[in-house]
């Protein structure tokens, strides 16, 4: 016979593929102690950052440019929150006071902010990246062990590090940024194919300004290798 789940919400209470939208993923937001406002200061950040970029900058410039710029704010904002940054194998996260959440920014695809898609990281993540989410998925299988079987077990699993959440982002001319911070499940040649919870953050629309060079494409892939 199956126990309650032992552990909360954070390790696996909640079904898959949860989405919230409006004050509802604002509530959510504050329980993991990231501010939505800090958040959607890093996303500007990073659009400013990539209309810079002009034809006569590299192919990545735009794309490269709004990623180091909206890891570098999201990190400078929720530092003052008290979360502190990491960077396991150049992978760059930052990680809550507590040590449960980790929070990693990625470019998603055009399904990226869509309630009713299954979006997913628009370029292949690295080993450790893939690392992190595989461990969010051995967090879900302790969440539905039985007490009997579930101590050395989960004692194992719980100290592997925080929960790794993921900022992503997708950047149109028609539609603006898109942006949710959401909790991957599953993970398949280091593309991810299921959400355990989704938290899809109110559009941005830029009105009057340049389109960067990196709306309405995959974009220019650009590695950043592992230590």
């Known amino acids: 016979m199956m126990e309650e789940a032992l552990f909360g919400d954070e390790f696996g209470a909640q079904p898959f593929n949860t989405v919230r939208q409006g004050e509802d993923c604002v509530r959510r937001l504050k329980e993991l102690g990231i501010s939505q ?7 500007r950040a990073g659009d400013q950052a990539a209309r810079q970029a002009d034809k006569f900058s590299p192919k990545t410039a ?6 180091t710029n909206t890891v ?3 990190r400078r904002g929720l530092a003052i929150d008290g979360w502190e940054c990491d960077d396991p194998k150049n992978s760059p996260r930052i990680v809550s006071a507590d040590g ?29 990246m893939e690392d992190s989410i595989l461990n969010n998925d051995a967090k879900q299988v302790v969440g539905q062990q039985t007490i009997d079987v579930i101590d050395d077990f989960a004692t194992k699993v719980l100290e592997t590090g925080p929960t790794t959440w993921l900022l992503m982002y997708k950047r149109t001319a028609a539609f603006g940024l898109r942006a949710e911070i959401s ?9 991810i194919h299921s959400w355990k919870e989704r938290l899809i953050m109110e559009e941005e629309q830029f009105f009057d300004e340049d389109v960067p060079l990196d709306a309405d494409t995959d974009d220019v892939y650009f590695e950043i290798r592992e230590a």
């Open 100 to 128: 449960k959440v980790s929070l990693a920014v990625v470019t998603g695809d055009s399904c990226t902010g869509v309630r009713d898609q299954t979006p997913q990281n628009a370029h292949a993540l690295g080993s450790m």
């Open 72 to 74: 570098q704010e999201l």
């Open 62 to 67: 735009a794309g490269l440019q709004r990623w």
């Open 37 to 43: 406002e800090k958040v959607q200061l890093a996303l």
């Open 183 to 191: 909790r991957p499940a599953l993970v398949h040649d280091r593309f």
